[in-house]
Every structure is written in structure tokens, then in C-alpha cells.
């Protein structure tokens, strides 16, 4: 029966002790947790997990397995190394590691790491791309209106596989 008090603990209890007053969470745009942040609402997608339709509502996203999204809301996307997002998405913040493929739009920091790709249409206010990090399609800068009728920059990005060198 001892056994069984134990398996009743969440696994994902808030920690305790010296360590709990902030601690980086992997995978989260540098985001600490606290006791405060630790109530935020997560979606991990582990490795070798599929996962289709529409998510709502998560504040933060992790995908290190496959999403296949017609639409997926949430305020931080973290795509892990290996981690496949198909689909639109709309997000404020998006670190990529791993690769989408679809629409994606970020309403403030993209950040593409150097195993990322980035394949389709993409709009985003601030980019930022390692060394290494791929883009092909369509980008299109948000930037912030000065008024009626602001125009946006755009920019078409070839892949490097199909363009020829510069």
C-alpha cells in the first residue's frame, strides 16, 4: 500500500527546497519557473508522438514529437531538434530547433537555432537566425504601424538547395 501513496504524487509537482525559487525550464525561450510560473499551461509533445487537429488555450508549446495543426494557438513555441510542426500557427514568441512547415506567424521574437528549418509562409516581427538555421518561402517583417496604410517588408527566400550560390 506504500507503494500506491507514492504513485498518487504528481509527477509534476512544484519543486521545493534551495532550488525552487527559479530554475530554467529546457526548451522555453529562456523562460524561469517559480512557484508563480509553474501554474502556466503547457502542451509537451514528447518524441515519437503524433498529435493532429487544433490546440487553444496553451500558453507554452513544446513539440519534440509531430503536430499536425489546422490551427494552433499559444503565447511561447519551442519546436525541439527533431520536432515537426505542420500546419498555421500563431504565436507571440517561437524558438526553432527542428522544422514547420506551414504558416507561421509571430507576433514578437522568432528565433531560428542552427538545426532549425523553416519551410512556407512566415511573419514575424523580430528575427533572429543562427548560423546553420534554414528558411524557404515567403517573409514578411511586422512592423510596427506608423499609421494608417504602414507598409510591411517582404522577402522571398529561396532555399539554398535551389538557388544558386551568391
Same mark, same amino acid.
Given at each position: *500500500?506504500?507503494?500506491?501513496?507514492? *504513485?498518487?504524487?504528481?509527477?509534476?509537482?512544484?519543486?521545493?527546497?534551495?532550488?525552487?525559487?527559479?530554475?530554467?525550464?529546457?526548451?522555453?525561450?529562456?523562460?524561469?519557473?517559480?512557484?508563480?510560473?509553474?501554474?502556466?499551461? +503547457?502542451?509537451?509533445?514528447?518524441?515519437?508522438?503524433?498529435?493532429?487537429? +487544433?490546440?487553444?488555450?496553451?500558453?507554452?508549446?513544446?513539440?519534440?514529437? +509531430?503536430?499536425?495543426?489546422?490551427?494552433?494557438?499559444?503565447?511561447?513555441?519551442?519546436?525541439?531538434?527533431?520536432?515537426?510542426?505542420?500546419?498555421?500557427?500563431?504565436?507571440?514568441?517561437?524558438?526553432?530547433?527542428?522544422?514547420?512547415?506551414?504558416?507561421?506567424?509571430?507576433?514578437?521574437?522568432?528565433?531560428? &537555432?542552427?538545426?532549425?528549418?523553416?519551410?512556407?509562409?512566415? &511573419?514575424?516581427?523580430?528575427?533572429?537566425?543562427?548560423?546553420?538555421?534554414?528558411?524557404?518561402?515567403?517573409?514578411? *517583417?511586422?512592423?510596427?504601424?506608423?499609421?494608417?496604410?504602414?507598409?510591411?517588408?517582404?522577402?522571398?527566400?529561396?532555399? &539554398?538547395?535551389?538557388?544558386?550560390?551568391?
Amino acid at each position: *500500500m506504500k507503494e500506491a501513496s507514492s *504513485m498518487s504524487r504528481s509527477p509534476f509537482a512544484a519543486p521545493t527546497g534551495q532550488n525552487a525559487t527559479t530554475r530554467p525550464i529546457p526548451g522555453t525561450l529562456g523562460v524561469q519557473q517559480s512557484g508563480d510560473k509553474a501554474e502556466r499551461r +503547457t502542451l509537451v509533445v514528447g518524441r515519437g508522438i503524433s498529435v493532429q487537429g +487544433t490546440v487553444q488555450d496553451a500558453e507554452r508549446l513544446v513539440v519534440e514529437g +509531430t503536430v499536425e495543426a489546422n490551427m494552433l494557438q499559444a503565447k511561447e513555441l519551442y519546436v525541439a531538434q527533431g520536432g515537426v510542426l505542420r500546419g498555421e500557427v500563431e504565436v507571440e514568441d517561437a524558438e526553432l530547433a527542428g522544422e514547420i512547415d506551414g504558416t507561421l506567424t509571430v507576433k514578437g521574437n522568432l528565433t531560428v &537555432r542552427a538545426t532549425g528549418r523553416l519551410i512556407g509562409k512566415t &511573419r514575424c516581427k523580430r528575427l533572429q537566425v543562427e548560423e546553420g538555421g534554414q528558411i524557404s518561402g515567403h517573409l514578411e *517583417m511586422i512592423l510596427d504601424s506608423a499609421g494608417p496604410g504602414a507598409e510591411k517588408a517582404k522577402f522571398t527566400v529561396a532555399d &539554398r538547395e535551389k538557388s544558386p550560390a551568391v
